[in-house]
Antibody
Framework: QVQLQESGPGLVKPSETLSLTCTVSGGSISGYYWSWIRQAPGKGLEWIGYIYYSGSRGSSNYNPSLKSRVTISVDTSKNQFSLKLSSVTAADTAVYYC????????????WGQGTLVTVSS | QSVLTQPPSVSGAPGQSVTISCTGSSSNIGAGYDVHWYQQLPGTAPKLLIHTNTNRPSGVPDRFSGSKSGTSASLAITGLQAEDEADYYCQSYDNSLSGSVFGGGTKLTVL
């Protein structure tokens, strides 16, 4: 049974880079779409971006509202994918989820439990 | 401002029915992309409730149903129970963003 687990610092200083990793266990990272989604306290869900990897080919796309600050990458040797969000502010404080899609236009069929990242000095 | 529009809140008494709407545009729901619904209990990750407009995953009670028409979709919940009190989100694909979009969420209160 495939499971997702987010990991990374729970506290990041303003202007620094937020870095999170999602470990995929029980299945291959290849051939699926892997996304980061966040939820600010008391707010709704916001899709951050996705990465797709199959064989030697990969692709990614990001929410235009965050595109200039976001990078999502994959490490197939560790069966992990990662999120980097630069120049963070308090507005980036949120629970960050990693999630899996079989097909890009379909539902998120699997979610991690989420990890709270607070941006504060 | 979410790409998909949902009412912020709905409420109903136990046993009653409620409907939650999700309105999109020609670049997402209106373009023919499917709508999916999630239920989120406090402090937990969203749980898939309805996929591909009308389909319930195994284990989801048939009190929950989905529909889609034009640029909108709806989630109907019949026979409300206290355990249904949660936040509900719709999700679709948007071809102008080339990515997923969510509604702003609807808080269901069971009176």
């Amino acid at each position: 049974q495939v499971q997702l687990q987010e990991s990374g610092p729970g506290l990041v200083k303003p202007s620094e880079t937020l870095s999170l990793t999602c470990t995929v266990s029980g299945g291959s990272i290849s051939g699926y779409y892997w996304s980061w989604i966040r939820q600010a306290p008391g707010k709704g869900l916001e899709w951050i971006g996705y990465i797709y990897y199959s064989g030697s080919r990969g692709s990614s796309n990001y929410n235009p509202s965050l595109k200039s600050r976001v990078t999502i990458s994959v490490d197939t040797s560790k069966n992990q994918f990662s999120l980097k969000l630069s120049s963070v502010t308090a507005a980036d404080t949120a629970v960050y989820y990693c999630a899996k899609q079989l097909v890009l236009v379909r539902n998120f069929e699997l979610w991690g439990q989420g990890t709270l990242v607070t941006v504060s000095s | 401002q979410s790409v998909l529009t949902q009412p912020p809140s709905v409420s109903g008494a136990p046993g009653q029915s409620v409907t939650i709407s999700c309105t999109g545009s020609s670049s997402n729901i209106g373009a023919g992309y499917d709508v999916h619904w999630y239920q989120q209990l406090p402090g937990t990750a969203p749980k898939l409730l309805i996929h591909t407009n009308t389909n319930r995953p195994s284990g989801v009670p048939d009190r929950f149903s989905g529909s889609k028409s034009g640029t909108s979709a709806s989630l109907a919940i019949t026979g409300l129970q206290a355990e249904d009190e949660a936040d509900y989100y719709c999700q679709s694909y948007d071809n102008s963003l080339s990515g997923s979009v969510f509604g702003g969420g609807t808080k269901l209160t069971v009176l």
